[in-house]
């Protein structure tokens, strides 16, 4: 019989034997361990180092999606030809001076080229108005000025006109009623001149509202005479007031001494009539 003591030893000796069998044959089953997991990771490093190298030497890997997708539209790179091995820089190509010429003259004459920032980073070429020159608006000025000459001589022509018509009235009696046909006024004076009195030459009456210069002969003796209304009687050109101050004056027996002092030797007799001989 085994002793006690050495049971114990050939127990301890069984378990460190079994715990090292188990530790090394984990070991062998672990993957960094097997070939085909030293094999992969020797195939990466070296692809790796691969990369580096050809990286250095200017050659380009293929694009993925993603750098694809960050590219710009429309612009065109070059890379290695594979044929004759000849590198070229991989960035855009420049736009001929043709076609620069022929998109420049594409523009308006009436507009010029700006460009303009788009996010911050791209520019954008756009035309802006051109603003008058110098040139044109001179000849905006010279418009407007030739319309302005071009109005004053009407207007001076015109009242050239209006004042020849109103020297032409004046030469046709001493007495001179402007009037206008419907006027209640203008009737009362042309009451009192034509029917209550005899007057030579007979006072000769102007209508406004039927003569074709009427608003501008009226214009011109408010400026001349002061009286801007109808009626206006003149006496050798002097305004000796309207429809109420005829009557007034006719009323205190004052009307024919103020005609015969006014009018002088171009009146050749200012009377009243008798009241029979009065018109209706």
């Known amino acids: 019989m085994f002793s006690q003591r050495r049971i114990r030893v050939l127990a301890v000796t069984a378990v460190v034997a079994i715990l090292l069998y188990l530790h090394y044959s984990s070991e062998n089953r672990s993957p960094r361990n097997q070939k085909f997991y030293q094999s992969t990771v020797a195939a990466i490093e070296a692809e790796k180092h691969t990369g580096l190298e050809t990286a250095k030497t200017g050659d380009y890997l293929p694009h993925t999606n993603k750098e694809e997708s960050d590219s710009k539209s429309g612009e ?59 040139a044109e608006v001179k000849s905006v000025v010279e418009e407007e000025s030739e319309e302005e000459k071009k109005r004053k001589k009407q207007q001076e022509e015109e009242e050239k006109e209006v004042k020849a018509e109103l020297n032409v009235i004046l030469k046709r009696s001493p007495i001179i009623i402007f009037s206008k046909s419907y006027c209640p006024y203008s009737k009362k004076a042309k009451t009192v001149l034509l029917n209550k009195y005899t007057i030579v030459p007979a006072p000769f009456v102007v209508e406004l509202d039927q003569h074709p210069l009427g608003p501008q002969l009226q214009a011109l003796l408010g400026e001349n005479t002061g009286r801007r209304t109808v009626p206006n009687v003149l006496v050798n050109g002097r305004s000796i007031g309207g429809g109420d101050d005829i009557v007034g004056l006719d009323e205190h027996d004052e009307l024919a001494s103020r005609l015969k002092s006014l009018g002088g ?11 029979e001989e009065e018109d209706e």
Do not use: C, H
Not at 265 to 275: G, I, M, S
């Open 265 to 275: 030797k171009w009146l050749q007799t200012v009377k009243r009539k008798p009241a």
């Open 76 to 134: 065109e790179y070059s890379f290695v030809d594979s044929d004759n091995d000849k590198e070229e820089p991989a960035i855009p190509k420049a736009v001929s001076q043709p076609e620069t010429e022929q998109r420049q003259g594409s523009l308006s004459d009436d507009s010029e080229v700006e460009e303009i920032p788009i996010a911050g980073r791209t520019t954008m070429t756009v035309t802006k108005d051109k603003e008058p020159g110098a």
